[in-house]
């Protein structure tokens, strides 16, 4: 063996790169900064609890009054109502939207441009006024039967009812665009794939496209759906005072403090917020299921396995356990 050769392992050994100590960073602009904020909140709260013009004691007293409680449930079922037709509608109108019909199309272009080009307040004023310009209505068959005959000016919750229709509309015609930019988003190839199996094409929206649309439905409509719960404070516009908002400004007309009563609607509409959006949260978690591409701790090794290759260690990546009656490959 010549020196050279002796020598070899030795240069191997030399050229190996020294490891490098890892060394935590601190980040001390953070706690700073959370300091600065929890100071700056502390002096807030005890500001506000110090001002006696926000008559604490007139907002414990009707916060959980029988008159909001229940103007709280109206809101929420006006929200409800509003949606679940502002869906349907959009739904169909978003269909219309992907026709390759082009009256269809029209038509439904011409909704969203006026229902989206006129503000919603605006369209609540002319639901409030529709009983006098229609003093009732007759359905049914134009010449040929009628199936009912309402008198919109006796009927007991005609405001009610059109606070709902004027809401549900409007919101129609942004919930057209949303369906329409999910069923966008999924590739063609996903509609030919199921095609090619022998799906029809129910089976191809109800298994295919909208399932993987909803991701991205999902979280524009949970918006919406908070928006719609503050939105129905404008439909004093009709009018209607049986809502939320609309009940403590009557309560507040009545004692005179509208600061403390205004305090009691928002709470009540922070708590409903909160509560959607935690069912937000995990409509979004289930829908959003197989998307991320982050493989877990189990599908590293069984990818190490096939290769025969090591599992390579990282911060963010948990180490597999050992297998029983063996060491790893």
Do not use: C
């Not at 949970?222 to 049986?242: C, D, Q, R």
């Amino acid at each position: 063996m010549s020196a050279n050769e002796s020598r070899a392992p030795d240069a191997v050994t030399e050229s190996e790169p020294t490891p490098i100590e890892a060394v935590p960073l601190h980040h001390p602009g953070r706690w700073i900064a959370a300091a600065i904020v929890l100071v700056l909140f502390g002096l807030f709260v005890y500001g506000a609890a110090t001002n006696d013009a926000f008559r604490w004691d007139v907002y414990g007293q009707y916060i959980f009054d029988k008159r909001i409680t229940a103007a709280a449930w109206t809101t929420i079922q006006m929200t409800v109502l509003a949606m679940v037709m502002a869906i349907v509608l959009g739904v169909i109108l978003a269909v219309m939207r992907l026709s390759p019909n082009p009256v269809l199309r029209t038509a439904a272009w011409v909704y969203l441009w006026i229902f989206r080009g006129t503000p919603v307040y605006v369209q609540l004023v002319f639901w409030g006024l529709f009983p006098s310009i229609y003093k009732t209505l007759d359905l049914g068959i134009p010449f040929v039967h009628q199936f009912a005959h309402v008198d919109l000016q006796s009927t007991l919750d005609t405001a009610f009812l059109f606070a709902v229709i004027g809401l549900g509309l409007n919101e129609a015609a942004y919930m057209a665009e949303i369906v329409r930019a999910g069923v966008n988003s999924v590739s063609e190839g996903q509609t030919e794939a199921s095609k090619a199996l022998g799906m029809s094409w129910s089976q191809t929206m109800r298994r295919t496209v909208l399932p993987q649309a909803m991701r991205v439905i999902i979280p524009p409509t949970g918006n919406e759906v908070i928006s719609m719960l503050k939105t129905t404070s404008l439909v004093s516009a009709v009018p209607y005072s049986g809502e939320l908002y609309g009940r403590a400004r009557d309560i507040s007309g009545a004692n005179f403090h509208p600061i403390p009563l205004l305090l009691v609607a928002a709470t009540w509409y922070l708590v409903i917020t909160s509560i959607l959006m935690i069912g937000q949260y995990y409509l979004e978690r289930y829908y959003s299921k197989g998307a991320s591409r982050t493989l877990t701790a189990r599908q590293l090794q069984a990818l190490a396995d096939a290769q025969g290759r090591p599992v390579v260690i990282t911060p963010d990546v948990e180490t597999p356990p050992e297998p029983p009656g063996g060491e790893r490959k």
